[in-house]
DNA sequence: ATCCTCCCCTAC
DNA sequence: TAAGGTAGGGGAGGAT
């Protein structure tokens, strides 16, 4: 049927299976000839770029312009044509109207409008691709964005808050009752054809506070018995409920590593009293409150939510108030109507902000201390003279030695950074040279420097510095003490102030956050510094605290723009500008670019991104990976088409503490107490894991038993062991069982331990989302074919509702064989499983097939009998044989099934099923439901298509199973894109 | 080839 | 004293 390049190369029998055959050989021929005509064309032209330096495209289908015409654009600028679809080659695709069958294969590519090529050619540089993209994410299930307000308004249980951004000093508030947790996002699949802006909603505002800052997560502002400001969380969320803390009244923490509430925080939910909460549970939280690093992580985390949270909200009540938005409207015409002329119209390509805190840190700190304003600061937890008792035990100069030595690896040959090494005469030198400073350094204070300000920067003080280091580059440096909850607050400020502007922003940290000011700008006739300036007046009127802003047509190029803005400025680069810029900037400058691969570039000669320029794209693919090497020829050119991103879907939650451990014999315990602080932050996020990762920083061999620096790990060798749980869970109890598990497998010298980690991936949200039921079927079956002594109630009702179907289904097959698609599917489906729970399979779902097949499934169970052991079933089944169905030529693991009275392709040879991956069998199987369905809205058979909707929806939500009511939504939204594609209306669906 | 898993690296 | 956390990206290499 499809004739496309990634089609074919997708089967085999196509002409693409032998490499270095006909068609190896035919597509490096025409890029051979693209390669010659593109000077040509050039030429010809007269005018060309080189914008599209690195992009490849591959043209799938009818397109506007034509693929011819896009073939010469992509000479003319500087980019790649690809004949034939290469996964490996090919960056992005291009197409017009992509049918939804074709997900699948394009997981993970890029698949644009034709629109991206000629608007960037207009633009003069590529646009960030995402606002042209097909279909956003084309990795996994992909859910229209229609859906997932739908299915998210459906499935919350309490209402949507409404998070008002501050606006001038009228503050507005969550209602605490409100707040739920943020449930977690659906895959992104918005078909982004720009970026529309919300109505006005109605929303009301509740006033909780006279103060000026709300804050995102229903954080309520409160007086401190000090009179002092600091967030308070709301009242109530149904998971932290049974949270109690003697010292807070009726009040829980939504973070309660955030404050330092004592010990007392006991994160044992629902799951009873707690069993584990000795001295470490204090001793964690202890450290997690004082940690800036800690506090840095989080936030990033709690502001993400935010933005997330803006978004849905946004959704959900269609609209927001944007207050900073009008503000500078008003203020643009006035100007306007002074000068009485309007701003000519100008081509608009999208502008990139990127908002900084100066030194944010510090300028919270010294806000309210004048005295320290103009002066060197460093924020630090020391506050002593920078000087410390030398303490026994330690081995500073060995470990000095030894970071030195990490650092320089890539410099000088590479070699390994062992302890036992003999010293080059080139390494004593070093060592004689290092040695005075190197004692000097152990007396000095070793706490680090989170933040210093420009003065102390021009003393050579760097973030990051150890403090006694830094005193003695600048006598006069002043230590600040921490204040955290400030901090909060006036990050709370600054993402609520870029909020009053407009939504489309990403969180990158508390003090950094980007928005993409395309369409805001474009809304407003104003310029990018016009909007910056804005933004800087108001968050420097609102927290007292100055930002930064860098301007750029994308990310890369804003942030470097920051730069230059620093600090307390603003910057716009100039797409005409980038090419000089960039060349002097340095390889670290570069986000990507830390330690290791800027040594590593060193010895390649590269040190400035004009270096980098000098180095091929397959060098660097060579060198660093196909990915990353191809990000860096990119990077270095000031491309990047990466989006900015207001939704953002969490992977893992975590809990380490590399910091004070020193265990005798009581690491199980703490392992113990770490699962309770993990157990707290998954059910804060309001997902489960079903994977635990254990990680242990471990003394290296060798390595002084005392570090240089008071409660550091010192030199460490890292092991992790990661297991997979049966069935996902936030619970402690599991995660301690597993982690201690895992950490006797290790077999680790208790008093060697520096540092414990807990991670816990493969999340799913506590609302089981359509693309996470796949993951629950998957656990059902998995379950079964441990053939653990499961509750077997537990596992019937799929196979039986898949029977269900295929009854109706087969009766359809009679009257209609074009619907054998859905047929298929679901027959399919259901052997899967049939198959995979087939060794306690019960009566019950047998009897429940057509007869015919009940027939065919029982006559081969009995040819099957006689087969040896070929399908994954652990247990021995006392009744039933190995297989559900017999198929000896097949492979292990590949069923065959007879239709009777099929017609058409498959009628005669029976249809064959691969039992599916488990990674993604309802994934696929859905997207097939979506293939078969488009193609009816391509038959145009729109009558047809009715009824199947309508088949499915009675099906589907009829189960009691929430998962295949979604999984119907999904199908719907989707058949819903392309018949409004092709209809220019959707089907209405009773 | 492609996927999965185990790391390392980077950023704030 | 000092509070060296945390999440995501992607490469290497093995399994399929």
């Known amino acids: 049927m499809s004739r496309d390049g990634w089609r074919k190369k997708a089967s085999d029998e196509d002409g693409w299976g032998g490499r270095g055959g006909y068609m190896a050989a035919k597509v490096y021929k025409l890029e051979e000839q693209f390669q010659k005509d593109a000077?040509?064309?050039?030429?010809?032209?007269?005018?060309?770029?080189?914008?599209?330096?690195?992009?490849?495209?591959?043209?799938?289908?009818?397109?506007?312009?034509?693929?011819?015409?896009?073939?010469?654009?992509?000479?003319?600028?500087?980019?790649?044509?690809?004949?034939?679809?290469?996964?490996?080659?090919?960056?992005?695709?291009?197409?017009?109207?992509?049918?939804?069958?074709?997900?699948?294969?394009?997981?993970?590519?890029?698949?644009?409008?034709?629109?991206?090529?000629?608007?960037?050619?207009?633009?003069?540089?590529?646009?960030?691709?995402?606002q042209y993209q097909l279909y956003a994410k084309q990795k996994g299930l992909s859910f229209p964005s229609v859906s997932r307000q739908n299915q998210e308004g459906a499935a919350r249980s309490t209402p949507l808050c409404n998070p008002r951004p501050s606006c001038g000093n009228s503050s507005t508030q969550i209602h605490p009752e409100n707040h739920g947790p943020v449930s977690r996002k659906n895959k992104d699949f918005v078909l982004t054809n720009g970026h529309d802006h919300a109505v006005n909603g109605a929303l009301k505002p509740v006033e909780v506070s006279r103060l000026r800052t709300s804050s995102p997560q229903g954080f309520i502002p409160v007086q401190n018995s000090d009179g002092r400001r600091r967030l308070e969380p709301p009242a109530s969320s149904s998971l932290q409920t049974t949270i109690h803390s003697p010292n807070h009244t009726g009040r829980i923490w939504m973070n309660g590593s955030n404050h330092s509430a004592g010990p007392s925080h006991n994160p044992s939910n629902h799951s009873g009293k707690p069993t584990a909460c000795g001295p470490d549970a204090g001793i964690i939280s202890e450290f997690f409150t004082h940690s800036r690093l800690h506090h840095i992580s989080t936030w990033r985390n709690e502001f993400s939510e935010y933005v997330n949270s803006l978004q849905s909200r946004r959704q959900a009540t269609g609209g927001a108030v944007f207050c900073g938005k009008d503000k500078l409207k008003k203020l643009l015409a006035s100007r306007v109507s002074a000068v009485s002329s309007m701003p000519a119209p100008q081509v608009r390509q999208s502008c990139i902000l990127h908002v900084d805190m100066d030194c944010f840190f510090v300028s919270v700190g010294i806000r309210e201390k004048a005295h320290l304003k103009g002066k060197p600061v460093a924020v630090t937890s020391n506050r002593g003279?920078?000087?410390?008792?030398?303490?026994?035990?330690?081995?500073?100069?060995?470990?000095?030695?030894?970071?030195?030595?990490?650092?320089?690896?890539?410099?000088?040959?590479?070699?390994?950074?062992?302890?036992?090494?003999?010293?080059?005469?080139?390494?004593?030198?070093?060592?004689?040279?290092?040695?005075?400073?190197?004692?000097?350094?152990?007396?000095?204070?070793?706490?680090?420097?989170?933040?210093?300000?420009?003065?102390?920067?021009?003393?050579?003080?760097?973030?990051?510095?150890?403090?006694?280091?830094?005193?003695?580059?600048?006598?006069?440096?002043?230590?600040?003490?921490?204040?955290?909850?400030?901090?909060?607050?006036?990050?709370?400020?600054?993402?609520?102030?870029?909020?009053?502007?407009?939504?489309?922003?990403?969180?990158?940290?508390?003090?950094?956050?980007?928005?993409?000011?395309?369409?805001?700008?474009?809304?407003?006739?104003?310029?990018?510094?016009?909007?910056?300036?804005?933004?800087r007046a108001d968050v420097k009127e609102k927290t007292g605290c100055s930002a930064s802003v860098g301007m750029g047509s994308n990310i890369l190029l804003a942030r470097m723009a920051t730069r230059r803005a620093k600090p307390e400025g603003q910057y716009l680069l100039r797409p005409e500008e980038v090419d000089d810029f960039i060349r002097d900037q340095p390889v670290t400058s570069l986000p990507g670019v830390g330690r290791s691969m800027s040594s590593k570039l060193a010895a390649l000669g590269v040190a400035t991104c004009g270096d980098l320029q000098q180095v091929s794209m397959v060098r660097l693919q060579k060198e660093f990976g196909p990915r990353t090497g191809q990000t860096l020829f990119r990077f270095c050119r000031g491309l990047d088409d990466r989006p900015v991103r207001s939704e953002k879907e969490r992977k893992s939650v975590s809990a380490e503490m590399n910091y004070n451990i020193r265990f005798t014999k009581e690491a199980e315990k703490f392992l113990t107490n770490l699962?309770?602080?993990?157990?707290?932050?998954?059910?804060?996020?309001?997902?489960?894991?079903?994977?635990?990762?254990?990680?242990?920083?471990?003394?290296?061999p060798g390595a002084p038993m005392e570090p240089a620096k008071y409660g550091g790990?010192?030199?460490?060798?890292?092991?992790?062991?990661?297991?997979?749980?049966?069935?996902?869970?936030?619970?402690?109890?599991?995660?301690?069982?597993?982690?201690?598990?895992?950490?006797?497998?290790?077999?680790?010298?208790?008093?060697?331990?520096?540092?414990?980690?807990?991670?816990?991936?493969?999340?799913?949200?506590?609302?089981?989302?359509?693309?996470?039921?796949?993951?629950?079927?998957?656990?059902?079956?998995?379950?079964?074919?441990?053939?653990?002594?499961?509750?077997?109630?537990?596992?019937?009702?799929?196979?039986?509702?898949?029977?269900?179907?295929?009854?109706?289904?087969?009766?359809?097959?009679?009257?209609?064989?074009?619907?054998?698609?859905?047929?298929?599917?679901?027959?399919?489906?259901?052997?899967?499983?049939?198959?995979?729970?087939?060794?306690?399979?019960d009566h019950s779902v047998l009897d429940a097939l057509p007869a015919e097949l009940r027939e065919q499934v029982e006559k081969s169970w009995i040819r099957r009998g006689h087969l040896p052991n070929d399908v994954p079933c652990p247990s021995t089944p006392s009744r039933a044989p190995s297989s559900l169905i017999a198929s000896e030529p097949q492979p292990a693991g590949t069923l065959v099934l007879q239709i009777p009275n099929q017609h058409g392709p498959m009628g005669s040879t029976g249809i064959v099923l691969e039992l599916p991956d488990f990674s993604q069998p309802m994934e696929e199987d859905i997207l097939q439901v979506v293939k078969y369905c488009t193609e009816l809205v391509e038959d145009k058979d729109l009558e047809k298509l009715d009824l199947v909707i309508k088949y499915m929806k009675r099906l589907m939500q009829q189960s009691v199973e929430s998962v295949w009511s979604m999984a119907f939504d999904f199908i719907l939204d989707n058949v819903q894109v392309v018949v409004q594609q092709a209809y220019g209306s959707t089907l209405k669906v009773t």
Request: glycine share 6%; proline share 5%.
């Open 713 to 841: 790990h010192g030199i460490c060798d890292n092991v992790a062991r990661t297991s997979a749980l049966a069935q996902p869970t936030d619970r402690w109890e599991q995660i301690a069982q597993e982690a201690t598990k895992l950490f006797h497998a290790m077999k680790l010298e208790v008093t060697d331990m520096r540092g414990v980690g807990l991670q816990v991936q493969q999340l799913e949200g506590l609302h089981t989302t359509p693309q996470d039921s796949r993951r629950h079927i998957r656990d059902l079956l998995l379950a079964r074919r441990q053939a653990r002594p499961t509750n077997p109630s537990q596992v019937e009702l799929h196979p039986l509702y898949y029977c269900k179907m295929i009854q109706n289904d087969v009766l359809r097959y009679e009257s209609d064989m074009n619907q054998e698609v859905l047929g298929r599917y679901l027959i399919n489906y259901v052997f899967s499983i049939v198959a995979y729970c087939t060794c306690q399979v």
């Open 385 to 535: 003279p920078g000087r410390v008792a030398q303490r026994p035990g330690a081995n500073p100069q060995m470990e000095f030695e030894y970071y030195q030595q990490k650092r320089n690896q890539y410099r000088t040959a590479k070699r390994d950074c062992d302890l036992e090494m003999t010293p080059s005469p080139e390494d004593i030198e070093i060592r004689e040279q290092n040695r005075r400073v190197d004692q000097d350094l152990a007396s000095l204070s070793m706490a680090e420097i989170a933040s210093c300000s420009y003065e102390a920067r021009q003393a050579g003080v760097r973030n990051g510095m150890f403090f006694g280091q830094a005193k003695q580059l600048c006598p006069e440096l002043q230590a600040v003490p921490y204040d955290f909850q400030a901090y909060k607050e006036v990050a709370t400020t600054m993402y609520e102030t870029l909020a009053s502007y407009t939504h489309n922003i990403e969180a990158l940290s508390c003090d950094e956050a980007l928005v993409d000011a395309t369409s805001l700008l474009a809304e407003l006739g104003a310029a990018p510094d016009e909007l910056a300036s804005a933004i």
């Open 675 to 700: 699962s309770m602080e993990v157990q707290k932050r998954l059910q804060t996020a309001g997902l489960k894991g079903r994977r635990v990762t254990l990680k242990v920083m471990m003394r290296k």
């Open 39 to 130: 000077p040509r064309e050039k030429q010809k032209e007269g005018m060309s770029s080189s914008i599209f330096s690195g992009v490849a495209i591959y043209v799938n289908g009818y397109t506007d312009p034509s693929a011819d015409e896009l073939r010469r654009l992509m000479m003319l600028h500087g980019g790649q044509y690809h004949v034939y679809y290469s996964r490996s080659k090919t960056t992005h695709i291009v197409a017009t109207n992509l049918p939804n069958s074709k997900i699948q294969e394009l997981r993970g590519e890029k698949v644009v409008r034709p629109e991206w090529i000629t608007d960037s050619i207009k633009a003069g540089r590529v646009l960030p691709y995402h």
